[in-house]
């Protein structure tokens, strides 16, 4: 599902009280394609009813294609950071130069100015796939605490993650930290033997642009607006709810055959009659929800 290939080191130490993940990933379907990110990922157990990690990656760190040329206001389509009007902003204003809706375009700078003329400027800036990305994470086996044989490991856990989705920051789009750091929360709850799993997750993740890849799916462009839209007014059918849940249960009915049941509001995007992924969830509201049912079945 996550439309990626790669490889993954894992370096057990100390009977695995310390683990060490090291990858490369490449994004294979969606533009800028093949570019290598390397990663890396500690993961500790200082006691065991306790679990911490943390990582960090370089996106789009090692790219095989060179970013050279200027195109007046098509942007290089295949480049890491591509160069253009309708991906490029202004030092000076510290907003995009272009709106790809027409409305509400900053005033004239000396980067919009060149670009429309098919020139570039050093007040020009571009916004890039390139960056640093970093996670934590912890969690806490509430059931190897008890000491109750009836609760197996991991039946009754709680666990969270914070990430940061680019370190550095960029005029308009990416100034916010805050805005580009999900928090997710989530807890297993035993059932003492009813059920495999039941567990319950939540996230808060509050941005003022939609939660889209359309114009880097659709245009190569590592800015978070519509395909087409317009960057300064976001239409309100897509701006998204902060919060997303699901609540998830497992059976094993017989050996080889598995009932699973899902309940949620999460990121969950549909693909049409051409296999194309929908550029934005289907349930952006926070009234929107879904359910699934699934009989697996194995041999």
Same mark, same amino acid.
């Given at each position: 599902?996550?439309?990626?290939?790669?490889?993954?080191?894992?370096?057990?130490?100390?009977?695995?009280?310390?683990?060490?993940?090291?990858?490369?990933?490449?994004?294979?379907?969606?533009?800028?394609?093949?570019?290598?990110?390397?990663?890396?990922?500690?993961?500790?157990?200082?006691?065991?009813?306790?679990?911490?990690?943390?990582?960090?990656?370089?996106?789009?760190?090692?790219?095989?294609?060179?970013?050279?040329?200027?195109?007046?206001?098509?942007?290089?389509?295949?480049?890491? %950071? +591509?160069? !253009?009007?309708?991906? @490029?902003?202004? /030092? &000076?204003?510290?907003?995009?130069? *272009?709106?790809?809706?027409?409305?509400?375009?900053?005033?004239? %700078? +000396?980067? !919009?100015?060149?670009? @429309?003329?098919? /020139? &570039?400027?050093?007040?020009?800036? *571009?916004?890039?796939?390139?960056?640093?990305?970093?996670?934590?994470?912890?969690?806490?086996?509430?059931?190897?605490?008890?000491?109750?044989?009836?609760?197996?490991?991991?039946?009754?856990?709680?666990?969270?993650?914070?990430?940061?989705?680019?370190?550095?920051?960029?005029?308009?789009?990416?100034?916010?930290?805050?805005?580009?750091?999900?928090?997710?929360?989530?807890?297993?709850?035993?059932?003492?033997?009813?059920?495999?799993?039941?567990?319950?997750?939540?996230?808060?993740?509050?941005?003022?642009?939609?939660?889209?890849?359309?114009?880097?799916?659709?245009?190569?462009?590592?800015?978070?607006?519509?395909?087409?839209?317009?960057?300064?007014?976001?239409?309100?059918?897509?701006?998204?709810?902060?919060?997303?849940?699901?609540?998830?249960?497992?059976?094993?009915?017989?050996?080889?055959?598995?009932?699973?049941?899902?309940?949620?509001?999460?990121?969950?995007?549909?693909?049409?009659?051409?296999?194309?992924?929908?550029?934005?969830?289907?349930?952006?509201?926070?009234?929107?929800?879904?359910?699934?049912?699934?009989?697996?079945?194995?041999?």
């Amino acid at each position: 599902s996550y439309l990626a290939q790669g490889l993954r080191l894992s370096v057990p130490l100390f009977g695995g009280k310390l683990v060490n993940d090291l990858t490369v990933y490449m994004e294979r379907d969606i533009e800028p394609n093949h570019d290598l990110s390397p990663g890396y990922m500690l993961t500790a157990k200082p006691l065991p009813f306790i679990e911490l990690g943390a990582g960090a990656v370089w996106s789009h760190a090692i790219t095989w294609r060179k970013e050279t040329g200027e195109t007046g206001i098509s942007p290089h389509r295949t480049a890491t %950071s +591509p160069v !253009g009007m309708d991906n @490029a902003y202004s /030092k &000076t204003t510290g907003k995009p130069v *272009y709106s790809a809706g027409g409305a509400n375009v900053p005033p004239s %700078s +000396p980067c !919009g100015d060149s670009l @429309a003329i098919g /020139k &570039t400027s050093s007040d020009c800036g *571009y916004y890039t796939f390139r960056g640093f990305k970093t996670m934590g994470r912890v969690s806490l086996d509430l059931g190897m605490l008890t000491g109750l044989d009836i609760i197996r490991p991991g039946d009754f856990k709680v666990y969270s993650e914070i990430a940061l989705l680019g370190v550095e920051d960029q005029p308009y789009y990416y100034e916010d930290k805050t805005e580009r750091m999900p928090v997710m929360v989530g807890v297993n709850v035993p059932t003492f033997g009813v059920l495999d799993r039941l567990a319950f997750e939540g996230e808060y993740h509050k941005s003022r642009f939609p939660n889209t890849f359309g114009s880097t799916f659709e245009q190569n462009l590592p800015i978070p607006v519509p395909s087409g839209g317009d960057g300064y007014n976001i239409p309100s059918e897509l701006k998204e709810s902060p919060w997303k849940w699901t609540a998830y249960a497992r059976r094993t009915l017989v050996d080889g055959v598995t009932l699973y049941a899902q309940a949620a509001n999460d990121h969950m995007r549909h693909f049409d009659f051409t296999a194309k992924p929908s550029p934005v969830p289907a349930t952006l509201k926070s009234s929107d929800w879904y359910y699934v049912f699934r009989l697996e079945v194995g041999i």
